[in-house]
């Protein structure tokens, strides 16, 4: 078991490895120039050369290599040319602000897509069975920012309840920060919340036809200990890894919801930086994506295997 | 083996009345998409700032946007753009990765193809929309690139669930009876393991197709897919969502195309997935 961990461990290490060299191999070779953006036009010879020199990009691409990896070790992220910052003063607040979207989305889906799973399983063919599968198959038709947009129409416009944009910090006011965060975060787990309520229902229905289930009954367990303690259980396996695989959509939906409510995570940040071509900044990002994707992944599968230790064997 | 599929199809796929919707909505979607523009009441880019935001009435069935265009006849010159842009991102996408896919499938275990598999479950990594946008956006904001970045983005994937099946299929007892009968590994390709596992790409394919609208709606509505003034269903939605104050009606008919069509390819693959596996009947 724990060498089954340790293995894994090591592999996230080196895909990460891999993933910063990826990312910065397609930086080098993009089109166009970030010193010619940073200017816009009016460079002198001699600017652009103290440009390139402040920014290293004289220097040979090993030697490049060399200051990102350095760098990235010792919490150095580099120069966001757009905002004239260090990019790890601008980076944490957005970072938190998207960590606490994406978890507290991951966990509503949880919350709200479990016990729906569970009665569509638990009342195959029946009207709520029936419903519950409309909804999803919504929820898996429409892009996440329709679903921002109509959320906003309906509480902002019409009734007026809830702010449209915007973010207010925990620590600041928590009533007014809960009521920035519902509508984002409804937005995020409506997408998400039709996977977790489809591979629910199908791990269910195949857990609840094992004799154990019919021997719980035999023996007069009650439906909520069997379909919520016994049968649960087994059924989380594939969810656990259907969350794990579906979180890079997650992530993608992230980013366009934080566009829509003007959020200011680290998906406001990215489309900004793309825009003003910030080089540098995008190189963090896109890595900062795909490092929290290889974590999750990571995460989910020691969860895995001390859900059921045959996995670690393997 | 073609009897047995087309059995299946009639049993998994055509007695379900869902998919038999699917199919149909998506008929009527391509219909459109090729004969929308001869079907325009007016013409989808000429503006009249004095009729615009009118809610649907007898003249325009959809109503007007915020430039006065006709919204009913945009939606249908957006179907077509729509359905370029996937099979477009589909030819890219499911060509290039199922090719790739199959081929390294097919190999024999060696240490090249270990690292292919490696590499590219690193390139799994990057979520499929982060890696759409950063793609555009870097290629340069507009259509082209837009479907170029989607079905770029989605090889890995394709590359992924190709080698597994594959190779899997290629252990399989009577690909060992085809080659110990003789059979070239071309023809066992070709005549064995290709028909076999159409469904699996078929399935894939129609998926692909519904995530490539959602993708291309998305990038749009960014701002880095289509640009004004092309009816993009996404790139609607963005203008009306801009305007939702004065008239929050207009994010309606854009949405309910892409939701109609994403939805007709959803309940087709949800059909399709059913007659290749029977256990779920």
Same mark, same amino acid.
């Given at each position: 078991?724990?060498?089954?961990?340790?293995?894994?461990?090591?592999?996230?290490?080196?895909?990460?490895?891999?993933?910063?060299?990826?990312?910065?191999?397609?930086?080098?070779?993009?089109?166009? $120039?970030?010193?010619?953006?940073?200017?816009?036009?009016?460079?002198?010879?001699?600017?652009?050369?103290?440009?390139?020199?402040?920014?290293?990009? $004289?220097?040979?691409?090993?030697?490049?290599?060399?200051?990102?990896?350095?760098?990235?070790?010792?919490?150095?992220?580099?120069?966001?040319?757009?905002?004239?910052?260090?990019?790890?003063?601008?980076?944490?607040?957005?970072?938190?602000?998207?960590?606490?979207?994406?978890?507290?989305?991951?966990?509503?889906?949880?919350?709200?897509?479990?016990?729906?799973?569970?009665?569509?399983?638990?009342?195959?063919?029946?009207?709520?069975?029936?419903?519950?599968?409309?909804?999803?198959l +919504?929820?898996v038709s429409t892009p996440?920012?329709?679903?921002?947009?109509?959320?906003?129409?309906?509480?902002?416009?019409?009734?007026?309840?809830?702010?449209?944009?915007?973010?207010?910090?925990?620590?600041?006011?928590?009533?007014?920060?809960?009521?920035?965060?519902?509508?984002?975060?409804?937005?995020?787990?409506?997408?998400?919340?039709?996977?977790?309520?489809?591979?629910?229902?199908?791990?269910?229905?195949?857990?609840?036809?094992?004799?154990?289930?019919?021997?719980?009954?035999?023996?007069?367990?009650?439906?909520?200990?069997?379909?919520?303690?016994?049968?649960?259980?087994?059924?989380?396996?594939?969810?656990?890894?259907?969350?794990?695989?579906?979180?890079?959509m997650?992530?993608?939906?992230?980013?366009?919801?934080?566009?829509?409510?003007?959020?200011?995570?680290?998906?406001?940040?990215?489309?900004?930086?793309?825009?003003?071509?910030?080089?540098?900044?995008?190189?963090?990002?896109?890595?900062?994506?795909?490092?929290?994707?290889?974590?999750?992944?990571?995460?989910? $599968?020691?969860?895995?295997?001390?859900?059921?230790?045959?996995?670690?064997?393997? | 083996?073609?009897?047995?599929?087309?059995?299946?199809?009639?049993?998994?796929f055509?007695?379900?009345?869902?998919s038999?919707i699917g199919l149909l909505i998506f008929s009527i979607f391509i219909f459109l998409g090729i004969?929308?523009?001869?079907?325009?009441?007016? $013409?989808?880019?000429?503006?009249?700032?004095?009729?615009?935001?009118?809610?649907?009435?007898?003249?325009?069935?959809?109503?007007?946007?915020?430039?006065?265009?006709?919204?009913?006849?945009?939606?249908?010159?957006g179907a077509g753009i729509t359905l370029k842009i996937s099979i477009m991102a589909l030819c890219i996408g499911s060509i290039i990765g199922g090719?790739?896919?199959?081929?390294?499938?097919?190999?024999?275990?060696?240490?090249?193809?270990?690292?292919?598999?490696?590499?590219?479950?690193?390139?799994?990594?990057?979520?499929f929309l982060?890696?759409a946008?950063?793609?555009?956006?870097?290629?340069?904001?507009?259509?082209?690139?837009a479907i +170029?970045a989607i079905g770029i983005s989605r090889i890995?994937r394709y590359?992924?669930i190709?080698?597994?099946?594959?190779?899997?299929?290629?252990?399989?007892?009577?690909?060992?009876?085809?080659?110990?009968?003789?059979?070239?590994?071309?023809?066992?390709?070709?005549?064995?393991?290709?028909?076999?596992?159409l469904p699996i790409f078929l399935v894939n394919t129609v998926l692909f197709f519904a995530l490539t609208i959602i993708a291309e709606a998305t990038l749009?509505?960014?701002?880095?897919?289509?640009?004004?003034?092309?009816?993009s269903w996404g790139?609607? +939605?963005?203008?009306?969502?801009?305007?939702?104050?004065?008239?929050?009606?207009?994010?309606?008919?854009?949405?309910?195309a892409i939701l109609l069509v994403v939805l007709s390819a959803n309940l087709m693959a949800d059909g399709l997935r059913?007659?290749?596996?029977?256990?779920?009947?």
């Amino acid at each position: 078991m724990i060498r089954y961990i340790l293995i894994r461990v090591t592999g996230c290490i080196i895909t990460s490895f891999v993933v910063v060299t990826i990312v910065f191999l397609i930086m080098q070779y993009l089109p166009g $120039d970030p010193v010619h953006y940073l200017l816009r036009g009016y460079e002198s010879e001699g600017q652009v050369e103290a440009l390139r020199k402040e920014f290293n990009l $004289d220097k040979p691409l090993y030697n490049q290599y060399y200051i990102w990896i350095k760098g990235l070790l010792n919490g150095n992220l580099g120069f966001s040319i757009f905002y004239q910052k260090e990019i790890s003063s601008i980076f944490i607040p957005r970072f938190i602000a998207t960590i606490e979207l994406i978890s507290l989305s991951l966990f509503l889906s949880i919350i709200l897509g479990i016990p729906l799973g569970i009665i569509s399983a638990v009342r195959v063919g029946s009207f709520e069975d029936g419903l519950t599968g409309i909804i999803s198959l +919504i929820g898996v038709s429409t892009p996440v920012f329709v679903f921002g947009v109509i959320l906003q129409i309906i509480f902002c416009i019409y009734l007026n309840i809830l702010p449209t944009i915007g973010r207010v910090s925990i620590f600041e006011n928590i009533f007014d920060s809960i009521k920035h965060l519902i509508l984002p975060v409804f937005s995020i787990s409506l997408g998400l919340l039709p996977y977790v309520i489809r591979n629910v229902r199908s791990e269910m229905l195949e857990v609840l036809k094992n004799d154990y289930i019919r021997t719980g009954w035999a023996k007069g367990l009650s439906p909520f200990k069997i379909y919520y303690k016994h049968a649960l259980r087994n059924s989380l396996v594939g969810t656990i890894a259907v969350l794990g695989i579906n979180f890079g959509m997650l992530l993608g939906g992230s980013v366009v919801t934080e566009l829509v409510f003007q959020w200011p995570g680290l998906g406001t940040l990215f489309i900004q930086a793309l825009m003003s071509h910030d080089y540098q900044l995008i190189q963090v990002l896109v890595l900062v994506y795909a490092l929290m994707f290889t974590l999750v992944n990571l995460i989910v $599968d020691v969860i895995y295997s001390i859900i059921d230790p045959r996995i670690a064997l393997e | 083996m073609n009897n047995n599929f087309l059995n299946n199809l009639q049993k998994g796929f055509l007695k379900r009345k869902l998919s038999l919707i699917g199919l149909l909505i998506f008929s009527i979607f391509i219909f459109l998409g090729i004969f929308g523009p001869l079907l325009i009441p007016y $013409d989808p880019y000429k503006t009249e700032y004095s009729n615009r935001y009118q809610l649907p009435n007898n003249n325009n069935i959809f109503g007007t946007d915020w430039a006065g265009r006709d919204v009913f006849s945009r939606v249908l010159v957006g179907a077509g753009i729509t359905l370029k842009i996937s099979i477009m991102a589909l030819c890219i996408g499911s060509i290039i990765g199922g090719i790739i896919g199959i081929l390294i499938g097919y190999m024999k275990n060696n240490i090249l193809k270990m690292l292919v598999i490696q590499f590219n479950d690193i390139l799994l990594t990057f979520p499929f929309l982060v890696l759409a946008i950063l793609i555009t956006a870097l290629l340069g904001s507009n259509l082209n690139n837009a479907i +170029i970045a989607i079905g770029i983005s989605r090889i890995p994937r394709y590359v992924r669930i190709f080698c597994l099946v594959v190779n899997s299929e290629k252990n399989k007892k009577y690909i060992i009876s085809a080659t110990s009968l003789g059979a070239s590994k071309i023809r066992i390709l070709f005549y064995h393991i290709l028909p076999n596992i159409l469904p699996i790409f078929l399935v894939n394919t129609v998926l692909f197709f519904a995530l490539t609208i959602i993708a291309e709606a998305t990038l749009s509505f960014i701002g880095i897919g289509a640009q004004p003034p092309m009816p993009s269903w996404g790139l609607m +939605i963005r203008q009306a969502s801009e305007n939702m104050l004065v008239y929050p009606f207009g994010v309606i008919p854009p949405s309910i195309a892409i939701l109609l069509v994403v939805l007709s390819a959803n309940l087709m693959a949800d059909g399709l997935r059913e007659f290749m596996d029977p256990k779920l009947r």
